[in-house]
């Protein structure tokens, strides 16, 4: 590899580039690491020697758009890049560090291409071409992907440690993965009472492997970016036993999760607080009530606020009451998505009609004391769909579809493929 000598490229350029952007502003040029060195290198074969590539990468709070104002592409070659990028690779997901880099012909000081590192084996390059008038003709989006294959992993194991989590993480599985794993399993069970000591649990892979060579010896390569969960399953003496399979709908179809095998998805959502700061005076169950010295179920939690405090809804949905009653006071209810119900007495004021779509943590009121409160506070309550009551801290999931006609019939098919890959494993 010629890496000395792109090196010199990469770092002498920088001083040109700010020459012609007429830019006095101080930039770092990153090291390029080996992928992109090589891309760099196949494309200064197309493009001849008298390329400036300028490396970047996402910082905190970013997107795609930053990075480009950075390399210092134009307002409208920004939008068609995008465009074209969008089309082929997901930018919805880009975490602080993904690396992108702008090309530059120095002949001509235009814009040669802008090109995505996604990740070791795949390149996302948006490669421009300009008229005879020097004027920006046209963008075309190139993917550059080394061989790879895909093959199946069951991971099998006991929990020994506290948290499945920590079992996970000594297994030597992504991260990613295994946090997925808990969120998917924590929507049915409630680990932090109820995991105990040699639960078993299973995690079927789909895991993409690709040859590298590490001084000059092949080696096989995981790419963990890559990894997908088809199915988990845990059993425990007080857990119970649930299995959940991957359902895949259709490329950003938001049906894409994982489900059990009724339907029910397993999206692990928590609930967002219903204020900014967050003191119980009074938690779920039974009491004796501050105004009327009764003992009485307290049908949520009270948290303290001062009156005129912003209350958020804890998830989207849809507002089914907005009215005043002299017990609830001014008081607001949301149905979710799940068919579950959350509710908000004593305020001060109502800013959401019946019928309005909120989303989580919009504004929907200001808490008070109206109706029979005995001081300022924010009594939230949860409600079933079966309209029975149940402790609002232990509602964990919120927002799940179920799925029901075609989809249903479909994810059971992929539900038999999961059973057979699993099969196939589990003989081995
Ligand atoms: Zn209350």
Known sequence: MQGWGMKVTFIAIIALLLAITGCKKKETAQVPDEVESVVVEEIAEVVADTIFVWLDSIHRGEGPFNVMERLRINRNLRQRILYEL??????????????????????????????????????????????????????????????????????????????????????????RVGQAASNILECKIAFRTDARIGDEFELLLAETTFQDTVDGVAVERTLDGRTELLFVAYSGVRAGSVRAYKFFDGDKSSYNAHYTE??????????????????????????????????????????????????????????????????????????????????YLHLSRRSVNVGANVRARQVIGLSGNTGLSSGPHLHFGFRRPNGTWMNPLSKRMIATPRLTGEKLDNLKLQIEDIRRIYSELDGA
Do not use: C
């Open 86 to 175: 969008a089309n082929e690779a997901d930018l919805t997901t880009l975490r602080v560090g993904e690396r992108f880099a702008a090309v530059y012909d120095l002949d001509t000081a235009r814009l040669w291409g802008f090109i995505y590192f996604q990740d070791v084996i795949t390149t996302h390059r948006i490669q421009l071409s300009y008229d005879e008038d020097g004027a920006f003709a046209d963008a075309i989006h190139v993917l550059d992907e080394k061989p790879h294959t895909m093959r199946h992993r069951l991971i099998r194991g006991a929990l020994n440690h506290t948290t499945l989590d920590a079992e996970l993480r000594s297994m030597e599985i992504p991260p």
């Open 262 to 343: 009724d339907g029910e998805a397993l999206i692990f959502s928590g609930l967002r607080y219903p204020l900014d700061r967050i003191h119980i005076t009074s938690s779920f169950g039974m009491r004796r009530h501050p105004v009327t010295g009764r003992s009485a179920m307290h049908n949520g939690v009270d948290y303290r606020a001062r009156a005129g405090t912003p209350v958020y809804a804890v998830a989207e949905g849809r507002v089914t009451k907005s009215a005043f009653d002299n017990a609830s006071g001014n008081y607001i209810a949301i149905r979710h998505n799940d068919g579950y119900s959350s509710y």
